[in-house]
């Protein structure tokens, strides 16, 4: 556990806020009697982790402190997987399966970060928790207890519906093919309370955000033919398993002389054992079924559009994948100790030499503007870099506008309405990612009022190849560069007309 804080605390202050945290911590900042219409209108994601940031804030804004609610929640995730994997095959398993989850670069960089992905394991580790004690105690406080990880899990993020509701029905069918009455009706009322507190969630909220960024397209069917969807699914299934074993890599793989066989093949190795030992042990073998399922049901609803399948949505795949790791391990070793050792060891090493992920360092990039920006000058903001702009304005002491701001003043600035609060000379900019380059100059000049004869511009979050066909405008519009500032993923240019 202590070496699971170390390498969550590790440099958590050290990254800058990047977009989605931005947002997450505006939203946050809503009054209470308005927090849950903002959350409604601002973000893509139930109101749980909201809620929870709005309270902590309470006690501190800093970079260090915003992250560190997601930190102890990861904590409870490593430690309720370490339960996980004793309760199910003893004290060696607990340790493995706590092992793997403090070192899953995933969870590691996910409970360094301002957004609900921290409480996504942890919902499920604990419904996994209380699924197993519902069974093996049969008592019906544990089925409350499943039910309430079930709303917990949804009110934290939609995509948290998949592993419930695979595991659900495969619960259902278990205790059907069984004759168990008695854990039958426990279960289906257990689910009834289950919907009936998620019920607001879905009328009030979903419908406003559904069909909004990846899920746009939701229920759109996707199929290819059998054979192309059979290779679209191997293929998709070792990039989410290449994320598990080494987080996201923006300039894909990085390690071109390693063949990447090496990333996920021992995955592939100890999943192949703990289904082979679906034959032996039927008493343990659950959570290698439900992974199956989970698997299989989880391709199916991206297919759907409901969900993509990897990246960091595949986070919702995580406990399942590490219990049944866990297990995987446990049979090699069992095969010989050296062989279990060996692939724990391969594992863990690619855990550790997987390079870091990218970071939009506007931190950087605002204090090295503050320093340089004189009285008078204008400043344009990029849309990308608008929600965590004027984060880092305020901490150097740059941010006129007033604190009555809605909390989604950034949503009335990318659509240009009069409610932006721009001021002090800084001008936050449009949406304009889907326009052709002429129009985006126009959107610029219609948000700056008239083009200055000095311009500083900020950058983040740029969408590829965006910030130089910017710059390459105002060249056309009689810019030349006088001080630039490049920073990772984020930089500043001061322009001067001719």
Known sequence: MLLAFFLRVHSLGSRSLWFDEAMEYWVATAPLAQLLQTVRMGVQDPPLFSILLHFWMMLGRQEFWLRYLALGVSMLSV????????????????????????????????????????????????????????????????????????????????????????????VLAELIFRHQVRLLCHFVVSSAISVAVVLPL???????????????????????????????????????????????????????????LVIWSPVVIVLLSAFAGLLYRPVNRRPVLWLLGTWFFYYTASKFNLLPFGFRYSLVITPLLIATITYGIQRAGKAHWTLGIGILVWLLSIFMFAPPDSQEDLRTVTRFWAKHHLKGEITYVYYGAVPASRYYFAQVGKDPVSSLVSPLWYMSCWKGEDTCP?????????????????????????????????????????????????????????????????????????????
């Not at 992905?117 to 105690?137: D, G, P, Q, W």
């Not at 004869?453 to 710059?471: A, K, N, T, V």
């Not at 519009?477 to 500043?492: D, F, P, R, T």
């Open 422 to 498: 721009h001021g002090g000379g800084i001008f936050y900019g449009t949406w304009f990612r889907q326009l052709e380059p002429h129009a985006k100059m126009d959107a610029m000049e219609f948000t700056l009022g008239a083009w200055p004869p000095r311009l500083w511009i900020i950058f983040s979050h740029i969408y590829p190849d965006e910030d130089q066909q910017i710059l390459d405008g105002l060249k056309e519009h009689g810019y030349s560069l006088v001080l630039s500032m490049l920073a990772e993923n984020a930089s500043v240019y001061l322009l001067q007309r001719k």
């Open 202 to 260: 879905v009328l009030v909220f979903l419908p406003n955000q559904l069909f909004k960024g990846p899920t746009t397209n939701a229920f759109h069917v996707n199929f290819g033919d059998p054979v192309s969807e059979l290779a679209e699914f191997a293929r998709a299934s070792r990039q989410l398993i290449q994320f598990q074993m080494m987080g996201y890599q923006a300039n894909e793989f990085l390690w071109p002389t390693v063949p990447r």
């Open 79 to 170: 430690a309720g997987m370490m339960r996980l994997g004793r309760r199910y095959w003893g004290r060696q398993a607990g340790m493995v399966a706590g092992i793997l989850m403090a070192f899953s670069p995933p969870e590691i960089r996910y409970a360094q970060e301002v957004g609900q992905y921290a409480l996504i394991s942890c919902t499920l580790v604990l419904n996994l928790l209380a699924l197993e004690r519902a069974f093996s105690r049969m008592e019906a406080k544990w089925w409350r207890m499943w039910s309430a990880t079930v709303a917990l899990g949804l009110y934290s993020y939609y995509g948290t519906s998949i592993p419930l509701v695979a595991v659900g029905l495969m």
